[in-house]
């Protein structure tokens, strides 16, 4: 069975995404690779939380919602 996999160039896995990502620091989107999509998938959705605010907002963050995208793009 292959793996689903996220992978970005701009940070490590498990490493914290780059300030200049953030809405207050030029709010770049980094580059993001899927692979292991699975055979016959007609679409992919993408949700980007952020359960590191609880502290700062008292919720978890939800910054991306993508939904219903080509996953042979």
């Not at 030029?26 to 959705?45: A, F, H, M, R």
Request: proline share 8%.
């Amino acid at each position: 069975m292959v793996r689903l996999q996220l992978t970005s160039t701009s940070f490590t896995h498990g490493g914290e995404i780059p300030r200049k990502c953030g809405y207050k620091n030029g709010n770049i989107s980094p580059p993001l690779t899927i692979s292991g999509i699975p055979k016959g998938t007609q679409s992919l959705t993408l949700i980007m939380d952020d359960p590191d605010a609880m502290g700062a907002v008292g919720k978890v963050w939800v910054h991306w919602v993508l939904c219903n995208f080509n996953p042979t793009i």
